[in-house]
């Protein structure tokens, strides 16, 4: 299989598996290129010991984990104020708005969740991978991912729960004093 041939297939895994992996939606692209940089220098190297997947996940793992060590080496603060986006008037707005409303409140669902749980939800209920899959790319024992998954689920619907709480709690005023 060539790279282009994996890039066309699993591009989109690649994205959805860093930004659970806390790659900043702004580095996401970048990263995406520094994955398919090491899979075009290690695809001669891999013997299908395992899914695809699997292998691209423990890269963009790797990925994931250089890029948080040299941001926090550099302390970077990047000010995206300082971007200029040109209004995409392609599409309607009021879709993409929508839905970029939605990923960004399952971004933020996520993000109150334990890292182990939070991969383990994501790459079995997002990216289908199977329990074996799971186990493979994380190496833990099948029975510790599927914990894991019954524990994601349950803080996952919990959170849930609180943020429909909170849309539906009115706001209340205070009186002040005369």
């Not at 996940?57 to 926090?72: M, Q």
């Not at 302390?75 to 708005?97: C, F, G, Q």
Request: glycine residues 4%; positive net charge; proline residues 3%.
């Amino acid at each position: 299989m060539t790279v282009e041939r994996i890039y066309e297939l699993h591009a989109d895994f690649v994205f959805r598996t860093l930004r659970a992996l806390g790659v900043p939606a702004r580095d996401v692209g970048d990263a995406i290129q520094e994955v398919f940089l090491a899979v075009h220098r290690t695809l001669r190297g891999f013997e299908e010991r395992c899914s695809m997947k699997t292998w691209l996940f423990t890269i963009c793992r790797s990925v994931a984990r250089d890029r948080r060590r040299r941001a926090h080496q550099r302390y970077e603060v990047i000010d995206e104020a300082h971007v200029n986006k040109e209004p995409d008037t392609r599409s309607d707005m009021s879709v993409r708005l929508e839905h970029r409303q939605r990923l960004a409140q399952l971004d933020a669902i996520l993000a109150t969740m334990e890292e182990e749980q939070r991969l383990v939800f994501v790459l079995f209920e997002i990216e289908s991978m199977t329990g074996n899959e799971i186990s493979e790319a994380l190496g833990i024992p099948l029975g510790t991912a599927y914990s894991r998954l019954r524990l994601a689920r349950t803080a996952f619907r919990a959170a849930v729960a609180r943020r429909r709480a909170a849309d539906q709690t009115p706001l209340l005023r205070v009186a002040s004093k005369p």
